[in-house]
Every structure is written in structure tokens, then in C-alpha cells.
């Protein structure tokens, strides 16, 4: 089967007369064109023409992100150093062992 061509004359008017009209599938009989053509001709051409609007980010927003990267990195050390401290705490249980500047009694 050949693929038809349509020309661009052809989809404006039947673009048109689409709107304007009530019955699309009698006018797709009088153009010659199947009736899911003219309805993905009329998506594309809303599609085509609506461009998507860009919406730029508030410098607030910005800051709210980057606030919650720094916050989620400290409490990513927060939890690291609790760790560190709690390990030897354990291990050292009964005796009083020096680390660094603090002590430690279990």
C-alpha cells in the first residue's frame, strides 16, 4: 500500500473546517481523509504550537535545595561520628581508657 501525502494547504483547511464544524467525520468524507487523521493533525498542531513554558526557578527554591543537600551531609556526619565514638565505648567496657582529651567509664 503507498503512503499518501498530504500537503500542507490540505491539513490548514482541514484544520480549520474541523473547528468549525460539528461533524468531523462528514468532513473527513468530503476531503477524502480518514477521521483519525484530522484528529492527529489537530493534537499535533496544539502540541506544535503551545510551546512549554519555562518556568524559572526561584532563587529561593535554590537555596532551600542547597540547604537541605548541607543539612542532609551533616547529619550524614553526625551519624559517622556517633558511630566512631559508640565502637570503642563498647569495647572498652570495665576499664577507663583515654581517647584523646575524653575519657571513658563504663
Partial sequence: MKKRYYSPELK????????QRDNIKELAD???IEVQRI??????AQTAS???????????ALDIKRLRKALK???????ILKKAIGIPACRLAGSPR?????????
Wanted: glycine share 4%.
Fill in 12 to 19: 490548514e483547511q482541514a484544520l480549520r473546517l474541523s473547528y
Fill in 30 to 32: 468530503e476531503l477524502g
Fill in 39 to 44: 484528529y492527529k493533525w489537530r493534537k499535533a
Fill in 50 to 60: 503551545l510551546p512549554k513554558p519555562e518556568k524559572p526557578i526561584p532563587d529561593d
Fill in 73 to 79: 551531609e551533616k547529619e550524614l556526619e553526625l551519624e
Fill in 98 to 106: 583515654a581517647m584523646g582529651d575524653l575519657w571513658i567509664y563504663s
